[in-house]
């Protein structure tokens, strides 16, 4: 169990960020520095999941999860305790004696070159974002084979969206409606549209 200024986590995670190749690792912290940067609305964790899949390493989406929450907090502590890399990894080092090397060495490197563009932000909360909505996919699907239902063949909307949460992870939602529902939907997004052009 390791604690960084209130904030404690179990070791397992440390651990599962040392499973990283240093690459991918870096890769991912790139990302959260990204979002924290206000570059992208939030770090995709399905697709951070898929990445670490396809390089071998077996983590299931709460494990990545973890690992993106464990990391953007300590850019963000470091931020606001203006820590240089040194007194970073110093500090994760005391805190853990489960951080590798390598996941330590790829910590160093990304603070030092992009940590200074946190510190030049006027105001470290304004990292901490509220939900965004970041895609919206739907299509018309046709219903044709059912357990529970017997009359089908009728269309419906199925859509998927894409939300960044407030603490920078990236969710899908799906859900299903019927074509007068999206309709009434439509008529809503027109209705906001149309005030939000008053504004």
Known sequence: MFELVGMSS???????????????????????????????????????????????????????????????????????????????????????SKWSKPALQVIQQIWNEQGKLLHSQEDPSRMITVGQLVDFQWKLVMAISSDT??????????????????????TSKSFEMTIPQFQNFFRQFKEMAAVLETV
């Open 10 to 96: 179990d070791d397992y995670s440390v651990e599962s960020i040392g499973q990283l190749p240093p690459d991918l690792f870096a890769e991912s912290c790139q990302q959260i520095m990204m979002h924290l940067q206000g570059q992208i609305p939030g770090v995709d964790t399905a697709e951070l999941s898929e990445r670490f899949q396809k390089a071998g390493v077996q983590l299931n989406l709460e494990a990545v999860e973890k690992i993106v929450n464990i990391v953007l907090f300590l850019f963000r502590t470091a931020t606001k305790s203006n820590w240089t890399a040194g007194q970073l990894v110093t500090k994760l080092a005391e805190g853990s």
């Open 149 to 170: 239902c017997r009359s089908l063949n009728y269309p419906y909307i199925s859509m998927t969206l894409k939300v960044a949460n407030s603490s920078g992870q990236i």
